[in-house]
C-alpha cells in the first residue's frame, strides 16, 4: 500500500479509464464518457508532458518523449480514449521503475553515528569530558578499555591493544605502547592509556573516510538507464514513421495511431519488471539489491576488487600451528595455553581455547590468574607457573635470553608477519602458537567462477601488510595484489582499475571499506558480520557472508540484463511492425491502443522470467 500510495497517477488514470467504459456501456451515455476519459487525459498527462519537456530542455531526449508527443496529440485530435491509455502505461512504468530503483541513501549518516563523539581531557589533575569537536593539539587525553580512539595522536602514558581493524583492515588487534600512533575511530580494546591530540577532529581519519563517502557518492557518473539507450534510435525511427504514415495519408488521425502503436512500453514496462524480478530473485538467494541500477551495472562487471580482511577471509583469529621449541607435544602446549587462557576475553584468547577444546573435553581452571593488558596472561598449574603472551611480555619476564636460541625460527614467522603467542612453563619456553585469519572455504571456487562469467581481472586490496596478504591471495586465486591502503588509497586503487575497465566491482566488509565500495561501479557489503556503514555505502548487500553469492548476483544480473533485453527487441519489432502498417491507415489509434497492449502483455510474461532461475 506505501508503494501505491508514493505513485497514486497510474490509478487515478485505471480508474477514469475504467469508469469512462461503465458509464458509456453500462449506461450508454457516449458524450459522459468522452468527457471523463478527456479529463483523465488531461490531469493525468500533463504531469508527464512536464516532466518529459523540462527533461528535453536540459538535453536528456529519453524513451518518454514518444509517450509525451501521443498523449499531446491525442489531446489535439480529441481522442481521449487512446490518449489516456498512453498515459496510463506511460505513468504504470515509471512507478514501478521507481519501486524497482529506489534505494537507500544514509550511508553518511551511518557513519556520523559511528563517530566518536566525546573525549576526556586531562585537566588540573583530574579529567573533564569534552566534545570531540572541543579537542585541541597537544591536549592530553585518557582513554579507556571499551572507549573510541577519539581524534589522532600518540600514546604518552600506558599501554593497550587497539583494535584498528575498521580503520585499517589489520585483522588483529595490536599492542600500542608509549610514543606509537591512534587512529581516530578505532578501539581500545583493554587497558587505560594517555595520549596526546596530533590533530583536530575535523581533520583526523575518521572524519577523511567520512568525507570519502561524501565525495565519492557526489561524484559517481549517473547510470543511463537501459531503455533510454534503446530510445536513441528507436524515437527517430518512430517520427519518421509518423512522418510518412501523414505523407501517405494527409490525415492526423495516423499520426496518432502510429504513436500509439510506438508507444516504447517494451523499455516504459517490460525493464522495470525484468529488474524488479531480478532483484527479487537476488533477494531469495540472500543479495539485497538496492535499486535497479546495481543489478543492471553488475552485469556490465570486468574487474572486481576484493577486501581481505572481514570479506576473502573471516576476520577473526584462529590457531593456524603449534610450534614446539624443546621437544614438548604439541597438543600439551596448546592445551597448557588453553587452560591459562580461559579467564581472558581477548579475541585471541578464546580462538587458543575453541582449539584446545577441539580434542580436550575439558580444562582444567588455573590459579593465580593474572592479565596483563596488551600483553598477555600468566597463571598456575599444579605446581608449575605459566606465562602464555607476546615476545614482549615472554622477554620482560624471562629476558631476552629464553628466545635468543630460536631468533633463527622466530626470524621467519616475523617475516611472514605472523603473530606469535609464546608459552613458558616456569623460565622454560615450551614453544608458540602461530596465529592468523582464516580464509573463506569458497574463495577460490568464487574466483574462478567470477572468471567464466567474464571478467577480466581479480585484485586483492587490503590494509594488512603485504606478507599476510600475499598468503590469503595465492590461496584464493588472486594475482594481482595491494597491500598496506589506507581508505583514500583503496579509493585510488578503485580509480585506477576503473580507468583500465568501464565497470569495476567492489567488494568490502569494514568502515575503511566504504569509500571504496561508494567509489565502485557496484559496491557489495558483507552483510552478516560487517559494519552497518559497510552495508549502508554498498549497492548490494549480502545476508550471509558466503562469497559464492558474489558470483550469484553477477550471474543474476547477466540473466536479468539478456531478458530485458529480449523483451525490449520483441517489443520494439512487433511495434515497428504496427507501425508499417498504421502508417498505411489500417489501424485506428483506439485499436492501436488495444493493440500496444497485448503487445505488453507479451513482453511483460517474457521479462517475469527473470524470477526464476
Not at 510506438?262 to 537476488?282: E, K
Not at 615472554?394 to 629464553?402: F, Q, R, T, Y
Not at 581508505?487 to 568502515?511: F, N, R
Request: proline share 4%; with cysteine.
Amino acid at each position: 500500500m506505501q508503494h501505491l500510495l508514493r505513485s497514486p497517477l497510474p490509478l487515478f488514470v485505471l480508474f477514469g479509464l475504467l469508469l469512462g467504459i461503465l458509464v458509456r456501456f453500462a449506461f450508454h451515455q457516449i458524450e459522459a464518457s468522452h468527457w471523463i476519459w478527456f479529463a483523465t487525459l488531461v490531469s493525468g498527462g500533463a504531469p508527464i508532458v512536464y516532466k518529459t519537456t523540462k527533461g528535453m530542455l536540459h538535453g536528456v531526449f529519453a524513451a518518454d518523449v514518444v509517450a509525451m508527443l501521443a498523449i499531446i496529440t491525442a489531446l489535439l485530435l480529441n481522442q481521449a480514449f487512446a490518449g489516456a491509455i498512453v498515459v496510463l502505461m506511460q505513468s504504470g512504468g515509471e512507478a514501478i521503475e521507481k519501486y524497482g530503483l529506489r534505494r537507500a541513501t544514509s550511508s553518511l549518516s551511518a557513519l556520523l553515528q559511528r563517530a566518536p563523539r566525546t573525549a576526556r581531557r586531562k585537566k588540573d589533575g583530574g579529567m573533564e569530558e569534552i566534545d570531540v569537536k572541543e579537542v585541541r593539539i597537544g591536549d592530553i587525553l585518557i582513554v579507556r578499555s571499551g572507549d573510541l580512539i577519539p581524534v589522532d595522536g600518540t600514546i604518552v602514558n600506558g599501554s593497550a591493544e587497539i583494535d584498528e581493524s575498521a580503520i585499517t583492515g589489520e585483522p588483529l588487534p595490536r599492542n600500542k605502547n608509549p610514543h606509537d600512533k591512534l587512529l581516530s575511530g578505532s578501539v581500545d580494546v583493554n587497558g587505560a592509556i594517555e595520549m596526546r591530540a596530533d590533530r583536530l577532529s575535523s581533520e583526523s581519519q575518521y572524519a577523511k573516510i567520512v568525507a570519502l563517502v561524501e565525495s565519492a557518492q557526489q561524484q559517481k557518473a549517473p547510470i543511463q538507464r537501459l531503455a533510454d539507450r534503446y530510445a536513441i534510435f528507436f524515437t527517430p525511427l518512430t517520427l519518421l514513421m509518423a512522418a510518412i504514415g501523414y505523407l501517405l495519408t494527409r490525415d492526423a488521425t495516423t499520426v496518432l495511431s502510429v504513436l500509439v502503436v510506438a508507444t516504447p512500453c517494451p523499455l516504459i514496462l517490460a525493464t522495470p519488471l525484468a529488474i524488479i524480478c531480478g532483484i527479487n530473485r537476488a533477494a531469495d538467494a540472500g543479495i539485497i539489491v538496492k535499486g535497479g541500477a546495481p543489478i543492471e551495472q553488475i552485469a556490465y562487471t570486468e574487474a572486481a576488487l576484493f577486501d581481505k580482511t572481514g570479506t576473502i577471509t573471516f576476520g577473526t583469529p584462529f590457531v593456524e600451528e603449534v610450534v614446539s621449541l624443546n621437544g614438548e607435544p604439541q597438543n600439551e602446549i596448546l592445551a597448557h595455553a588453553a587452560m591459562i587462557d580461559q579467564f581472558s576475553s581477548h579475541s585471541v584468547a578464546k580462538a587458543i581455547v575453541a582449539k584446545a577444546l577441539e580434542t580436550q573435553k575439558t580444562l582444567p581452571l588455573p590459579k593465580q590468574f593474572r592479565e596483563v593488558p596488551g600483553r598477555g596472561v600468566e597463571g598456575a598449574i599444579g605446581e608449575h607457573t605459566y606465562l602464555v603472551g607476546s615476545r614482549i611480555f615472554v622477554e620482560e619476564k624471562a629476558g631476552k635470553e629464553a628466545l635468543s636460541p630460536h631468533a633463527h625460527i622466530l626470524q621467519g614467522y616475523h617475516e611472514r608477519g605472523k603473530l606469535l603467542i609464546f608459552v613458558m612453563k616456569d623460565t622454560a619456553c615450551l614453544g608458540f602458537l602461530v596465529i592468523a585469519d582464516k580464509i573463506r572455504p569458497e574463495a577460490k571456487e568464487t574466483m574462478e567462477r567470477l572468471r567464466t562469467l567474464g571478467l577480466k581481472e581479480i585484485i586483492m586490496v587490503t590494509g594488512d601488510s603485504h606478507s599476510n596478504a600475499e598468503i590469503i591471495a595465492k590461496e584464493a586465486g588472486i594475482a594481482t595484489l595491494e597491500a598496506e591502503l589506507l581508505p583514500l588509497e583503496k579509493v585510488a586503487a578503485v580509480k585506477k582499475y576503473a580507468s583500465q575497465y568501464p565497470h569495476v566491482l567492489m567488494v568490502g566488509d569494514g568502515i575503511n571499506d566504504a569509500p571504496a565500495l561508494a567509489s565502485a561501479t557496484v559496491g557489495i557489503a558483507m552483510g552478516a558480520y560487517g559494519t552497518a556503514i559497510s552495508a549502508e555505502a554498498a549497492d548490494i548487500v549480502l545476508l550471509v557472508d558466503d562469497l559464492s553469492k558474489i558470483a550469484d548476483a553477477v550471474a543474476i544480473g547477466k540473466r536479468m540484463l539478456r531478458i530485458a533485453k529480449q523483451s525490449i527487441l520483441i517489443g520494439i519489432g512487433l511495434s515497428f511492425v504496427l507501425m508499417v502498417i498504421a502508417a498505411f491507415g489500417h489501424v485506428i489509434p483506439a485499436i492501436g491502443a488495444m493493440l500496444q497492449e497485448i503487445i505488453d502483455v507479451a513482453v511483460i510474461l517474457n521479462a517475469l522470467r527473470a524470477r526464476h532461475k
